[in-house]
């Protein structure tokens, strides 16, 4: 099984041999991050390129650390800070990036598709850092990286993810993600977060929490955005804390050894408790950890097949 | 792919071997401080059973660790075939260790050179060696083994090829010619 995608841009379009190629290539990186120096030449000599239109400090520094680790140069871009305040295009913006022979652009952008709609337009590498409310694919991957170590396996698990699905590009790739690789999943969230058809990427949908905690092996909280509720749709904090937090007495009614994970940053007192954020279930930190070693796997995949198009045109 | 010659067999190999065990010892005055390295894929099987006879002769297991070079590669965008990245496994401290570096096949010298800085980021060693079962010749780096199993001068258009029970379901070294 080969790499030969030049971008990630989505779990949706990934075979499951190509997820599973990231996850056992993740697995050597890993290693990398336990040394005195944690640095391999691997990606020597390229530039990456972290463009981003969204506020972000996690995805963006695990990014940038990940590259460093690859020794490539790291150039980030804040777009309140750039010519994107002058009106330049996404389109332009990328374009320029190319000129300046970067290899590889990291992009967070606040529109489903960005990250598509730029990789069409420029020849280098590009790689989805959450596009609106469309994916979040190394999220994702390192959701699905964090629970095979835990428990093994994914085939057969009972996932069940909680929280804002609607607006949820984390919940949409780990649904594709999970699918794919076999687990069965279940949504969980007021009926408002619940999007339409969601049935249809092949999830189980419940309202109530005690159900989505019963059967499953793991259980990955979402953070409730409240600064992106401009519908006014959201519940209230506490009421959510009440009808939906994971908390040490529901957790007392699931598996003993459920795993807890969530993106971050966490919403301490409503998504869930602060003892099960801090408690023995929850794989939070180690997340964090391992989606170092996930993106340079996928840095690392992405700037090889990149050099081998690009090897196969000049021989053409 | 036309096998030409068996340069050498079970038996041929396995006293190579034995004899670069004794020459580790020799060269190391015994086994304080030894450990050996292989590399992947082979010299790992072959880093293995030096350990065996090394342990055979002294009555001593010296600590085996395991190393994948493809990060440190200089022709990662040359070969046809991508390569898949695997784990290192080096579970002790290399510092201050006489460090014995294992491969198969010794030819332009690269793998090694990788080996070297991959080695170097895990810690300094008091030396590096290196020993390898078959040295082809046709170097491209100021670069030499310690120990051989067997010198097989070659030309460039023929390819050595190490088997090993272990992965490949018998002990042999072939030269095939390419086609």
Redesign the interface.
């Known amino acids: 099984m080969?790499?030969t995608r030049k971008d990630l841009l989505g779990l949706e379009d990934l075979s499951r041999e190509e997820i599973e190629l990231i996850l056992?290539?993740a697995?050597?990186?890993k290693?990398?991050s336990t040394?005195?120096?944690k640095?391999?030449?691997?990606l020597r000599g390229k530039t990456v390129v972290n463009l981003f239109y969204e506020p972000s400090t996690r995805t963006r520094v695990s990014f940038e650390v990940a590259a460093k680790r690859?020794s490539a140069d790291v150039i980030n871009i804040a777009t309140e800070t750039s010519s994107v305040k002058k009106g330049e295009t996404l389109v332009d913006t990328g374009r320029n990036i190319e000129a300046l022979k970067a290899d590889i652009i990291v992009i967070r952008h606040n529109a489903s598709g960005a990250a598509a709609v730029l990789s069409r337009h420029v020849n280098i590498s590009v790689v989805n850092a959450g596009d609106g409310w469309h994916e979040h694919p190394t999220q994702a991957l390192l959701d699905i990286f964090t629970l095979k170590e835990k428990l093994g396996k994914i085939s057969g698990l009972n996932v069940s993810i909680v929280g804002d699905i609607a607006h949820s590009r984390v919940a949409r790739s780990n649904i594709w993600g999970l699918t794919k690789l076999g687990a069965k999943v279940t949504v969980c969230a007021p009926k408002m977060l619940i999007p339409v058809a969601i049935e249809q990427m092949g999830v189980r949908v419940t309202e109530n929490i005690d159900d989505a905690l019963s059967c499953a092996d793991a259980v990955n909280v979402l953070r409730m955005q409240f600064e992106r509720d401009e519908e006014n749709v959201f519940p209230k904090q506490l009421e959510y804390f009440k009808n939906f937090a994971i908390t040490e007495e529901r957790l007392k009614k699931a598996k003993k050894n459920i795993v807890v994970m969530h993106p971050g940053p966490i919403n301490r007192g409503v998504e869930m408790s602060s003892e099960v954020a801090d408690g023995a279930n929850s794989v939070i930190l180690e997340q964090v950890t391992n989606g170092i070693a996930v993106r340079m796997?996928v840095l690392?995949l992405v700037a090889?097949?990149k050099?081998?198009l690009?090897?196969h045109e000049d021989i053409d | 792919m036309k096998e030409k010659a068996k340069l050498l067999d079970k038996d041929t190999l396995n006293r190579s071997l034995m004899r670069v065990a004794h020459e580790i010892l020799e060269k190391n005055k015994g086994t304080k401080d030894l450990s050996l390295v292989g590399i992947r894929n082979r010299g790992v099987y072959l880093a293995k059973r030096l350990a065996d006879y090394i342990g055979q002769i002294e009555k001593v297991r010296i600590p085996v660790g395991i190393l994948?070079i493809?990060?440190?590669r200089d022709d990662?965008?040359?070969i046809a075939?991508?390569p898949?990245?695997?784990?290192?496994e080096i579970d002790f401290d290399i510092t201050d260790k006489n460090i014995v570096l294992v491969d198969d096949v010794l030819y332009t010298g690269r793998t090694i050179r990788a080996a070297l800085?991959?080695l170097v980021?895990?810690?300094r060693p008091k030396s590096i060696q290196l020993a390898v079962l078959v040295d082809r010749g046709h170097r491209e780096l100021p670069i030499r083994a310690e120990y051989v199993g067997k010198n097989i001068p070659t030309s460039q258009n023929e390819t050595v090829e190490v088997h090993l029970v272990e992965v490949d379901g018998s002990d042999e070294v072939v030269i095939v010619e390419k086609e």
């Open positions: 080969a790499w056992t290539t697995e050597s990186f290693q990398v040394r005195e120096i640095k391999v030449p691997a690859l796997a690392f090889q097949a050099d081998k690009k090897n | 994948d493809t990060l440190y990662l965008t040359l075939a991508q898949v990245v695997h784990k290192t800085d991959a980021d895990l810690g």
